[in-house]
Structure formats: C-alpha cells, structure tokens
C-alpha cells in the first residue's frame, strides 16, 4: 500500500476521540483545497483531521427495500404497487424493493423516485398487492394505504451511486435528442455533463484508501454505509454501493426528477467524510477541477461506442462554455453544486456536533476492471439492403415508372454523373406527377432532402429513422454521398419474419 | 412590460385596446387572449416608457391590471442543477457565485427552460 510509506499523522481511532471530545478539525473539499494550497500537505494534514466531500446528481440506480408487515389473513405478494409503480417482490412474501426508474402505469413521468420521495416527505402511498393464494398466504388481494411510519422496515439500497466522473454528452445530429442526459440541441447545440468534479468524493480518493466497504457515509440526510463498489465500477469511473435507512432521510437531499423524453430518475445527495491520515492523503483532497478530465461524446451517434468529439475538464465544464470545432457551446450541468455543498456543510456540522464518527473501511474497493460489453448479434444494414436502381435527376418521368413497374420498385434514388445521392423519387411522387399532369423530368418532383443510411448503421437504428420520419426506405451511402445500395421496410419485415 | 388584463361584463364589451391606443399612442403587443361574452382576459406587451400612462388607462376603462415578471418563475423544487443553462436561447440563465441557479430579466418567456427541467420546477407567468 502505498500510502503507509508515507509518515503516519494520524488514524480514524484517533480522529474519532478528537470528534468525541469536540477538539476535532472538519473542513469541506472546497476549503481544502485552499488551506493545501496555503500550507501545503504537510501542515495541512496536521492541522485538518477530516474533509466532507459531497455530491447531488441524477443517480438512476437508487431504490428502497420495504417490508410491509403482514395482513390478516395473509398474503404473499406476488406483485405489488405503490401508487400504480409496481416494485420488485421475487423475494419474501411481504418484502419488495421499490426502483426508483420504475415507471407509473398510469403517469409516465411519476416512478419509484416519486413514491420514495413521496414517503421520505411524510405522504400516505396507496399500497396493492396480488397473489395466487397459498395453503400458508390465503389472501389473493391487498389494497391500503400506508406511510412511512407504518413500514416494519425501509432501508435505501443503491447499487450505483456517486460516479467518480462522467462523460459529457452533447448531439451532431440534426434533431433535438432527449435523453438520461438531459435534452441534447441538434448540431452540437449544447453540452451536458453530470458529476461535481473536485468535491465528488471518489475523485478526492482515487486510491480507496479510505474509501471502502464499511465507510459510514451521508446518504440523503441519514447515516449509511458504502456496502461495496458499484455496477459498472471501472477505472478512473469508479462507482459505490451504498445503503441508508429511509426512515432518517431528510427531503431536502433527495429529489424525485422525470428527464423529460426519457424517463423518471432520483437525485441523491451522498457526502463521504475522508480523514487526513497523511500528507499524501493531503495532496489527493486537493485535486482541482482543472486536473480532472472527461470526454465529451456524441449521443447522435446511436451505438455502444459513440465516437469521443474531444477531452475536457471539469474546470471548461463548469466555466458554462467549452469549444466544439471551433464554436463556442454553451454546457448544462446536471448536478447540483449547489446541493452538494449543502451536503458537504451538513455533514460537516454532523461531526462537529459529534454525531458522526469515522470508520475504516473493512475491506478496499476493487480497483475495478474494463467493462465488458453485452454482447447481442446485431445486424447492420449492410447485411440486409439491397441492389438500388438510379435515376438522374435528366430522365424523364415516364422512364422512371416504367423502371418502378418492371423491377417491382416503390423507390428510386436520384444521382449525379458520379454516383452521389441528390434526391429520391418514390412511386407516390410519380402518381401524384401524373395526377397533376407534370410528366417532366425526375429533378422537378424529386425529393431534395433525403434521409439515409450507412452500411455500418444497426438495423435498429435504420428502422427508427423510418419510422421518426414515416418514410418506407432508406438508401445506404458511403461517407461521400455515393449511392451503395438503398433498404426498405420490406428488407426489415423479411428480417423479422426469418 | 407585460400586463395581465381582465375584463368583466362591463369592460368586455369595450374596444378597450383601441382606446388605449387611440389616447396613449402606445403600441400593445396582444400576447395571448381569451374573450368570451361575459369576461375576458389578455397578456399584452407594451414599452416600459409608456407602462405608467397604459396600465392607468386600463383602469379607467375598469380593466383589472396587473404587472406581471418578466421572468419564469420558479418553485421550491428547483435542486440548482442548471439543466436548463444551455438551452435558454437568450441567455438569460446563469449559475451564481453561490452556485444557485438564477434568472436575468432579459427573458422573453420562450418556455424552452420549462420544458427541459428534471424537477418541473419551472413556470411561465403568463
């Protein structure tokens, strides 16, 4: 361990006596890191004994395990809602774990975030649980209404919370994207990024040294644990497991959100106190935003592995704009600093009141691994378009028909003398030319502004595009606009059909 | 400065814009407006110079007027995140020394910021 050649100052025993008899030194991640840059590591792990560091951002993976009691006669609930958003019961007869993305059946934009919220704020939840009846549970039907107050047993467990760091997302695409990231402006209209950069409590011990399983932490206004490394834990994004009891969360640091277009999610405010056992501990508690690099990547792109559009730091993040190709553009956060300093103040106040003491961890986080990617067969529009007849945009409208009819066609991209796509005419546009009596050429009712596709796209994706824009094909280009062949909903259903 | 006005039975039956108008020579911009036979009610735009001589007028013609912000508002749900920051078209939504989000006046109501906030948190006042 690196950390133990470095001049032991202090251990969390000793820290905790000095909370106990109130002679304790407790400073926030925004104070120290000036008093390191004032003192130096040295001194200032001399004279700080712990730093609250604190974080409040959308965390998707948070929700509750309950149990209800039992009722009589009793029931073993096979499914259960609470305000019409229906919580997990594969486990005990009256226990559930309520998710906090989980959406209403009747109201999209209420979920699991909302009921938790709803309890913490002291609001009845209309409970209603179903089963087949057993020999032992022979009720089939419960509904009530309960509060917090009448649950036997409510503990907060979130199996990914308080990421060290995120990617920023931003969108090169030409249509306005909603997503866990917030609304994304089409051609790289804006930026947004989640995380609290130098205050986040991960990124003030990136080696664990302190932070580990076993490490008492401020979970919503309540004292928890860190139970373990979270899901999708990896290097340098590292994640935590976390639990707390529901019963002792405060409203103020939750916050029940719908990311409009995408779905319900939950503010957490999570504060981790870090004793300053050492200099070197010191040093990390004084890491700046300026230091701390993520990536801005582009959700126009609908793949795994969307492409990287540059490096940035949280420092260009929170300064409001960060350049893209030249252009300035403008970043949303999506945390709360704000809040996060009112969990780093609140905590901070907790200890100097003696009324959270430190632990050491039990055991050291993994330093976590490479995440590896679910691996689903997916087929790209290489596989399934076909051969594109062409027109240019010079021939005659009745050649075109007579194209259409005899190779059984409803579309026709329209290109130049070198094969680069300038428009599309489907059989619809010819009918309608003859309707109206405008038998010309192609050019003067041929659509301009076509949507494609690449060879390298998943069907997916291309399937989405038609329907986004109810059209029935797609013809596939290479980078430079050059016709490769073209794919209709016809290709698609022949796909779904094998 | 942007007026509510509400019209009772009385009021409604007046051409009261054009009056106003016609006395004030003010131009009112008619935001958005719901008259029906017994009541009515507009949001209108006038210039901030001749908001004074305007908003009297209306009263004299027994329209009720209030002076509304020019800015959302905002409940006690807001968590300061700042979603809403780079989709103001003005930007009229910064974040403070405090980290508190806050809302300048030059707003001009779009509701682009209501409809992107996490938290509905966000309102026109209009």
């Not at chain 1, 003192?39 to 700080?48: Q, S």
């Not at chain 1, 609470?82 to 109201?107: C, P």
């Not at chain 1, 935003?289 to 940035?312: A, H, L, M």
């Amino acid at each position: 361990m690196k950390g133990d050649r470095a001049e032991r100052v202090k251990t969390v025993a000793e820290i905790n006596e000095k909370i106990r008899d109130g002679s304790v030194c407790v400073v926030t991640a925004e104070e120290m890191k000036k008093i390191v840059e004032e003192l130096g590591a040295e001194r200032a792990a001399r004279e700080v004994d712990v730093v609250t560091t604190g974080t409040f951002g959308a965390m998707c993976s948070t929700g509750v395990f309950l149990n209800f009691g039992h009722s009589d006669p009793p029931i073993r609930m096979q499914r259960v809602w609470l305000n019409d958003v229906e919580a997990y019961t594969g486990i005990a007869a009256v226990d559930a774990y309520l998710g906090a993305t989980q959406q209403s059946e009747k109201n999209p934009e209420y979920g699991g975030a909302h009921v938790i919220q709803g309890l913490v704020r002291g609001e009845e939840v209309e409970l209603k649980a179903v089963s087949r009846g057993t020999d032992c549970y022979p009720e089939k039907e419960v509904q009530t209404v309960i509060t917090l107050e009448d649950l036997n047993f409510a503990e907060m467990v979130n199996p990914r919370n308080a990421y060290q760091r995120y990617n920023a997302a931003t969108n090169s695409s030409g249509r306005v994207l909603r997503t866990y990231m917030g609304t994304l402006l089409p051609n790289f209209g804006n930026v947004s990024f989640a995380g609290c950069g130098e205050i986040s409590p991960l990124m003030n011990d990136p080696g664990f040294r302190t932070i580990g399983i076993g490490t008492r932490i401020f979970l919503c206004g309540a004292r928890g644990y860190i139970i373990g490394h979270g899901t999708q834990h990896c290097p340098g994004y590292a994640t935590l497991m976390v639990k707390g009891p529901l019963k002792e969360m405060k409203p103020e640091f939750m916050r029940a959100a719908y990311m409009p277009g995408y779905g319900v999610t939950m503010y957490v405010g999570v504060g981790v106190p870090i004793p300053v056992l050492d200099a070197e501990m010191a040093k990390s508690l004084a890491i700046r935003d300026s230091e701390i690099k993520t990536k801005i990547i582009d959700f126009g792109v609908q793949r795994r592995d969307r492409p990287v559009i540059r490096e940035v730091t949280y420092a260009e993040l929170k300064s409001g704009k960060v350049e893209i190709n030249g252009e300035e553009v403008r970043v949303s956060p999506l945390s709360s600093v704000y809040l996060a300093r009112k969990v780093m103040e609140e905590l901070k106040e907790m200890i100097l009141k003696g009324e959270f003491l430190l632990t050491q961890p039990v055991e050291r986080l993994s330093k976590g691994e490479p995440l590896k990617p679910l691996r689903v067969v997916t087929k790209l529009v290489r596989s399934v378009m076909s051969e594109a007849v062409t027109v240019t945009p010079d021939t005659d409208v009745r050649t075109a028909a007579r194209l259409m009819i005899e190779k059984g066609l409803n579309h026709l991209p329209v290109v130049d003398g070198s094969g680069k796509l300038v428009g599309i005419i489907t059989s619809w546009d010819v009918a309608k030319a003859v309707a109206s009596g405008k038998t010309g050429r192609v050019e003067e009712i041929m659509t301009r502004n076509v949507v494609t596709t690449h060879p390298n796209e998943a069907v997916e994706v291309a399937a989405r595009k038609m329907e986004t824009h109810d059209i029935s094909a797609l013809p596939v280009v290479d980078e430079n606009g050059k016709v490769l062949g073209i794919v209709t909903s016809e290709d698609l259903s022949k796909l779904l059909a094998k | 400065m942007l007026f509510r006005l509400k019209f009772d039975s009385r009021a409604v039956k007046k051409p009261v814009i054009s009056m106003v108008t016609l006395k004030t020579s003010a131009l009112v911009n008619i935001i958005r407006a719901e008259v029906g036979p017994r009541r009515g009610e507009m949001i209108v735009e006038v210039e901030d110079n001749l908001a004074d001589k305007v908003e009297s007028e209306f009263k004299e013609l027994g329209v009720e007027v209030c002076r509304l912000k020019r800015k959302v508002e905002r409940s006690e749900e807001c968590v300061h995140c700042g979603a809403c920051l780079s989709i103001c078209p003005v930007e009229a939504i910064a974040i403070g020394e405090d980290g508190r989000v806050e809302f300048l006046d030059r707003c001009v109501l779009c509701g682009n910021c209501v409809n992107v906030c996490p938290v509905k948190a966000l309102s026109l006042p209009i």
